[in-house]
């Protein structure tokens, strides 16, 4: 950890606290903890805003007797100098010289911001979450702001939430438009009194927004608009001899025509004063239909902004690609056995249905116990061996790939796990899923069976070690007992990390999956 993010504050200033009150919520790389307060007293001074992040050893708050005077100068003047002592590669002169055009730029800032003003960052709503995009205002500039309000919702790399106010009064600016992206900490609202001039405020970030490229974009795509309907008007040379006026052609030249399909308007004729005749409908040579088969209209090109969610999407399966020696281990499931022992299930839970996918996350987290080399991770000089067997289930949305987690899968029944993924299934396609819903997988599974897709490859989910691909079930001729008879099978692939699971014991894991789904009543020994 270098920097932390004050998610709530549980103490207001001027609050009483006692040794062990939780004084706020504060948000690390890995985790959202409580920090409790050591000492008595009374809330002076919040260091950090909510929302907003410092590094390590910067002043969190101060806690004192009540009325007690502190200096907000001398705060500044020591986390400089906690700075100073960190930053050694720069020399004491030149860090001063920083140090004190730092202290007065945020003078300058401070003084611009009008009392009972109050400016909202983007926030960071996930521990990966870089930069966020506005979907859609629920306030305007000019309308009334509660606290408590939701001002907008804002698109992650995970989910779209709602962000709600902290102030009331009125939104006096908004710093990015809808469909924009903005870098966390950037000016997302200014909120304050009724005609208050924040101009000084909203000048610096907000418009360093990148829209001219769009409009060159825009303005490029004219130009090209304009070649599509100059071959149109040069083509239209087909119909050579008689435009509209009577054929003049031989009975037989006609019936030939007819049968071959021939247009006798294309047809040159050879005899007396143009007439066509046989011999003119079997020399014939379709030019003119090339000719007018190129008549296609040219469809323009669009320009789609990617998601935030998309961006994370090819940042982190091109990081597993690359970095992850995959390879892939294919088997065939005889799914007789299986498709019997569900429709008994669901006969007698007649108000509950099980799906083939729910007994197949069971299946795995049943292996994986067995395995458990395969619920593992990379970590450069160690490997990571999961006590938890967490699966994570893909879910498609509309804008890509989504991977909540059902935790301690090995302890939870058929019904739980079927409740747990329609549950967070239909709230990632809302985009309604929290962010520690989605962390924390040790193994994937990702089922295109549905689809009629019989068999594919999957990217490992990194961190985990393996992904298990599921295709659908499919009847087909098979040999049993020496004869021929119509069964049931459904293809699975795994990909694999080279570095962690060897290619004996994902054969080994598979093995005991195909077990488990060929005979599901071995999951209940």
């Given amino acids: 950890m270098e920097e932390g993010t004050v998610v709530k504050w549980h103490k207001n200033v001027g609050d009483k606290v006692s040794e062990g009150d939780i004084l706020a919520e504060i948000e690390t790389d890995k985790a959202i903890q409580e920090f409790e307060s050591e000492y008595d007293g009374v809330l002076l001074h919040q260091g950090i805003e909510e929302g907003k992040s410092a590094k390590v050893d910067t002043i969190l708050a101060i806690i004192g007797e009540e009325g007690e005077a502190f200096s907000t100068d001398s705060e500044e003047s020591s986390t400089e100098k906690n700075t100073e002592e960190v930053d050694t590669k720069s020399s004491a002169e030149e860090e001063a010289a920083e140090a004190q055009s730092e202290t007065s730029e945020e003078t300058e800032t401070s003084g611009e911001i009008p009392e009972g003003v109050n400016v909202i960052t983007m926030p960071r709503l996930s521990d990966t979450m870089e930069e966020g995009t506005v979907a859609k ?9 509660a606290e408590g309000d939701i001002l907008a919702e804002i698109e992650t790399d995970k989910a779209v939430q709602e962000f709600e106010s902290e102030y009331d009064g009125t939104l006096l600016f908004i710093g990015s438009e809808e469909g924009k992206s903005a870098p966390v900490d950037s000016i997302l609202a200014i909120i304050g009194p009724e005609g ?16 001219t490229p769009k409009e060159e974009k825009k303005e490029s795509k004219q130009p090209e608009a304009k070649p599509v309907e100059v ?49 003119d409908v079997e020399n014939f040579k379709p030019r003119a239909i090339s000719s007018s088969a190129q008549n296609y209209v040219k469809r323009e090109s669009e ?43 669901n006969k007698a839970n007649p108000d509950f249905k099980i799906s083939y996918n729910d007994i197949i996350v069971k299946a795995c987290a049943l292996a994986l116990r067995k395995h ?64 520690d819903e989605m962390e ?21 989910n990194q961190p985990n070690s393996s992904i298990l691909s599921v295709g659908a079930i499919i009847q087909k001729p098979v040999v049993k007992n020496g004869q021929i008879v119509v069964g049931n099978t459904m293809k699975l692939s795994m990909a694999c990390d080279h570095r962690t699971v060897d290619g004996a014991t994902g054969a080994q894991f598979l093995q005991t999956l195909v077990m488990y789904l060929e005979n599901p009543i071995t999951m209940f020994v």
């Fill in 137 to 145: 205002w629920h306030k305007k500039v000019g309308d009334k702001v």
């Fill in 196 to 211: 208050t001039d924040v101009s000084g405020i909203s000048a610096d970030k907000p418009k360093k927004k990148v829209e």
């Fill in 231 to 279: 071959p149109k008007e040069e083509k239209p040379k087909t119909v050579a001899a008689t435009s509209g006026e009577r054929i003049f052609a031989s009975p037989l030249a006609k019936k030939l025509a007819e049968e071959k399909g021939i247009d006798l308007s294309q047809v040159e004729g050879s005899g007396d004063n143009g007439r066509i005749i046989k011999k």
């Fill in 303 to 345: 320009a789609v902004a990617n998601s935030q969610m998309r961006k994370v999407i090819a940042k982190r399966l091109a990081e597993s690609k690359f970095t992850a020696p995959h390879y892939y281990l294919n088997v065939e499931v005889d799914m007789d056995n299986c498709i019997s022992s569900r429709e008994q299930i």
């Fill in 372 to 435: 458990p080399q395969v619920n593992s991770t990379w970590k450069g000089d160690e490997t990571i061996i999961h006590g938890d067997i967490n699966i994570g289930v893909a879910v498609a949305v509309d804008d890509g790939l989504l991977v909540p987690v059902i935790k301690n899968t090995d302890f939870k029944s058929f019904f739980d796990i079927s409740t747990e993924v329609k549950d967070m299934a239909k709230r990632a396609r809302d985009r309604k899923l929290k962010a």
């Fill in 440 to 460: 924390g997988s040790t193994f994937s599974v990702s089922n295109l069976g549905m689809f009629g897709i019989e068999s594919f490859t999957s990217i490992i």
